[in-house]
């Protein structure tokens, strides 16, 4: 895959208590059949969570996070053969099970923090990384959003981090400055504005902020009246060179990029 033309990549949680589409998709037809719509409507990529990392969410187990996932992979590699599968985690076990399953990628919330293993399986493994900006655990990460400067402060964490995966051999790193964690909301906006500096490493960005607090607790409302202001955020990100959108709205993200991009 390249990145000379934006990217789509389609969430599909298979979790219960998600902020936005929690137990939505909890049925294997149910994920199916959601899998089937976001890669109709565009999605280049689909991004599988089995663990919520919303703010506050509670820890569940490795195996009940594989149990969630591994299934919903297997299916959809048999159903739609040619997709591109990412698994959303931040445990080098549950990573190692979900490649072997039919993923194809890997995407840390934690940047590699949480899981000493995830990096060294990584690169064993061989499969594409997004390494994430996160503090601490999910449950606990809104407590540390003290920095010097937002930006550099991601910056620095992740350049540190590009350094060690490379020394471990791993080819293919796509950025994630990580909105919503353990960031206040106008840090969010901050790291929006300013989200080109990181393209100083030469890297893909991704931008996931798809029906965040960032945007519905600014306008006063909630998760499910956030499409316009995802929309008109998303479309910032892509004035500002990211080149992969992690979105719930395939459909609405998609004609963002063909207005722009075609």
């Given amino acids: 895959m ?25 049925t294997l037809s149910k994920a199916l059949d959601k899998a089937a719509l976001l890669l109709r409507e565009g999605a280049d990529i689909l991004d599988i969570g089995a663990y919520s990392s919303r703010p506050g969410a509670p820890l569940i187990s490795p195996q ?9 992979i297997e299916a959809i590699r048999h ?28 995407n840390d919330v934690s940047g590699g923090t949480i899981d000493p293993h995830m990096f060294a ?9 997004i390494l994430m900006h996160m503090r601490g655990l999910p449950e606990n ?15 620095t964490f992740l350049g540190s981090k590009i350094s060690d995966l490379r020394e471990l051999g791993v080819k ?10 353990a960031k206040t909301i106008a840090q969010n906006y901050e790291l929006l504005h300013r989200i080109d500096e990181l393209h100083y490493f030469g890297l893909p960005i991704l931008g996931a902020l798809s029906r965040k607090s960032m945007i519905y607790k600014k306008l006063g409302f909630k998760a499910d009246a956030a499409l316009n202001g995802t929309t008109a955020l998303n ?28």
């Fill in 235 to 262: 479309t910032v990100l892509l004035s500002k060179g990211v080149q992969l959108l992690r979105v719930h709205d395939v459909k609405e993200a998609k004609q963002i990029v063909d207005l722009l991009f075609n």
């Fill in 141 to 155: 990460m809104q407590e540390l959003t003290s920095y010097e400067d937002i930006v550099t402060d991601v910056a």
């Fill in 79 to 106: 159903s739609f053969p040619d997709a591109i599968l990412s698994i959303d985690t931040f445990r080098a076990n549950v990573a190692e099970e979900s490649v072997k399953a039919g993923a194809g990628i890997i």
């Fill in 2 to 26: 390249t990145f000379d033309y934006p990217k789509l990549m389609g969430i599909l949680n298979v979790t219960p208590d998600s902020f936005f589409d929690g137990g939505q998709n909890t």
């Fill in 172 to 181: 293919d790193i796509i950025l994630d400055p990580g909105f919503g964690f």
């Fill in 64 to 72: 009940e996070e594989m149990d969630r996932a591994l299934p919903v």
């Fill in 121 to 129: 399986t990584v690169a064993r493994l061989q499969v594409p990384y």
